[in-house]
């Protein structure tokens, strides 16, 4: 590619929601791997601080005014609209007018298609069907209830007509007793279970129109003592990060949620020229079976002892045993994955250090050492647990073909004794010491989070953001405040705006601040934090407090942050400015010595003067 650095934007819903942080990621990767300035706009309110009046009933709504304002009038060259979650929220009539706001702007949207706009989205008809036809021929399942999604909305309705479609080609009835209206949350989940159960009605399988859903239905079974999958088998949609993590582990239907954020990138780019690409594009999806549907993982099932008979069995025919396992535990795309002749050489350094302690028992520790090296080595590359394990086992149970003597074999297996113990104490080790550095992190922001609600003028605000921020990550910030709040039915998006404080690190990690003024409403970053040689990614956020806009703020984006940080430096920021510009108006009124009373009227505090 050549020619300017192009900027990119991405509307979405909010970048901490698991199905929506996967896309993200994969958007956030490919715009650094093309060299591409990103501006992400969040959507969304800020996370348990929302307090509009009643008269104010979408608070969504004016928030994706705001955002799309913005959006349309900072000279981007395309834009990404994540259209699934927004359509949850307002239905298609919305996101058709929101997609219309940016003209001719190269856009794209992700995950669910509006007519007349390029899109990239999912098969999401055959996961579902793979699903009933594996639920009904695997686990011989007959009565499967399906919780749906909202019905304006095109993803939602594909997975209910595949759902009717996988039932006929099983030969089973569609019963619509069996059918539960839902969203994409876990409450609808739980609501469904509990109408299922409230009715009596018999099931022993729940498909989930996402992954959500399908958690608030494992968490009402549990509660209602129905044991998964044993009583009901439960399936989702998504393959979110938490998928796998609870228990019993759900069964689902993978989107690679990464690829949709990379081919949207490319979708872009194809439409701005610069690359040859197919700019409308769908992605196959693939059936995850997990214990919450009846199976085994593959772990656990090949768990079995050596099918090769010992006296066929040499040293190089277990390195080769040894090393096929290695290879189903590893992750040939990862950066640091030496190659498979390399981690051949590995295990044959593994076997024959096993060998040499056994037999030369004077050089302490020749075995444990290496255990360590692959251990050190294998955490780059691998799941280290499963691959380490793996390999002891698969050792354990070929001990008998490396030595003749019982005294070797028993030393042997002393050896791999010691070894596994040395392997969990040191996992145990990384794990504490990760939770230590998460927890670490949490309190950091935790503690600026006080240090802002604390704030009651400008300059200490100043200091804190300038002092905190970069502990956080955040290399470089901006907060904007409007001239005066604003009331959502009365949104305009206004020309001038004032900074109230910038800063960037320099190279050497100093902060280079930007002194406050007024400036376009479109200027979102200020000239002097712009890199010449290095491109930038920025996330957006409106501010309110109660029911008023006062301003916006634009985080540079930190890949070793926890994506919901924002929404919590949003809330506390948000408080922070109202108090510092409350007193601003006290002490100005007091300087003039003027009697001064506050009037709380539709929740703004201004100070009046009596008459």
């Known amino acids: 590619m050549t020619g300017p650095r192009m900027k990119i934007g991405v509307l979405i819903d909010a970048v901490h929601e698991l199905y929506q942080a996967g896309v993200w990621k994969g958007i956030v990767s490919h715009a650094k791997k093309y060299d591409l300035d990103l501006v992400t706009f ?153 109408n299922l159960i409230q009715r009596n009605l018999e099931f022993d399988g729940i498909v ?15 509660k209602n003592g129905v044991l998964v999958p044993t009583d009901v088998a439960v399936t989702g949609f998504d393959d979110v990060p938490e998928a796998a993590r609870v228990t019993p582990s759900l ?16 979708s872009i780019l194809a439409q701005l020229g610069r690359m040859d690409f ?102 780059h590359f691998s799941d280290t647990d499963a691959l380490m394990f793996a390999l002891l086992r698969e050792l354990s149970v070929h001990v008998g073909a490396l030595f003749e003597k019982a ?9 791999l004794e010691q070894a596994g113990a040395f392997i969990r104490e040191q996992l145990a080790g990384r794990v504490n010491r990760t939770r230590l550095i998460e927890e670490e992190f949490q309190h950091r922001i935790a503690v600026t989070c006080q240090r802002l609600v604390h704030c009651f003028d400008f300059e200490r605000l100043k200091k804190t953001i300038t002092k905190g921020f970069p502990e956080l990550g955040i290399r470089s910030f901006a907060l904007w405040k409007f001239k005066k709040p604003i009331l959502p039915e009365n949104w305009t998006m206004p020309d001038m705006v004032d900074l109230v404080w910038a800063y960037r690190l320099d190279d050497d990690g100093n902060p280079v601040t930007v002194n406050d003024g007024e400036m376009p409403a479109c200027t979102l970053i200020p000239e002097a934090f712009r890199c010449a040689n290095c491109n930038s990614h920025y996330i957006f956020m409106p501010y309110h407090v109660e029911n008023q806009y006062i301003g916006f703020a634009m985080y540079e984006y930190s890949p070793d942050a926890p994506l919901f940080m924002y929404e919590n430096l949003r809330g506390h920021l948000s408080a922070a400015m109202t108090a510092c510009s409350f007193k601003e108006i006290v002490d100005a009124a007091q300087s003039r010595q003027t009697p001064t009373e506050i009037n709380f009227k539709n929740g703004a505090k201004t100070a009046v003067t009596p008459d």
Not at 58 to 87: E, K, Q
Not at 208 to 222: I, P, Q, R, T
Not at 368 to 379: F, H, K, P, T
Request: aromatic share 6%; proline share 3%.
């Open 42 to 194: 969040v959507g969304t309110t800020q996370d348990g601080t929302a307090d509009f009046e009643s008269g104010f009933d979408d608070r969504l709504d004016n928030h994706f005014n705001v955002v799309s304002d913005f959006a349309v009038d900072c000279g981007l060259d395309g834009i990404i609209i994540l259209t699934s979650p927004i359509t949850t929220s307002h239905g298609r009539e919305y996101v058709k007018k929101l997609c219309a706001r940016f003209g001719e702007l190269p856009l794209v949207c992700v995950s669910e298609k509006v007519p007349g706009y390029h899109h990239v989205v999912v098969d999401n008809a055959s996961g579902i069907e793979a699903t009933i036809a594996h639920l009904v021929t695997v686990h011989n399942l007959r009565s499967i209830a399906f919780i749906k999604g909202p019905n304006d909305h095109n993803e939602a309705q594909e997975r209910y007509a595949a759902y009717k479609r996988g039932l006929a080609a099983n030969n089973l009835e569609y019963r619509p007793e069996l059918v539960l209206e839902g969203g994409f949350i876990s409450r609808d989940g739980v609501l469904a279970v509990r």
């Open 208 to 222: 989930a129109v996402n992954d959500y859903s399908a958690f608030g239905a494992l968490e009402e079974l549990s």
């Open 251 to 266: 069964a689902t239907v993978r989107q690679p949620l990464e690829s949709l954020g990379q081919v949207a990138v490319e």
């Open 278 to 379: 197919s700019m409308d594009t769908v992605l196959p999806t693939e059936a995850v079976h997990r214990r919450s549907c009846g199976c085994f993982s593959k772990r656990v099932l090949r768990a079995r002892t050596s099918q090769v008979p010992l006296e066929e069995l040499t040293m190089e025919r277990v390195v080769i045993q040894l090393w096929q396992v290695a290879l189903e535990n590893v992750h040939k795309d990862a950066t640091a994955y030496p190659g498979d002749i390399a981690l051949r050489e590995l295990i044959e350094s593994l076997v024959g250090s096993l060998v040499w302690d056994v037999q030369r028992p004077v050089i302490r520790h020749i075995f444990l050492n290496e255990v360590d090296i692959l251990l050190y080595r294998a955490e």
């Open 407 to 415: 005294e070797h074999i028993g030393e042997a297996n002393n050896l």
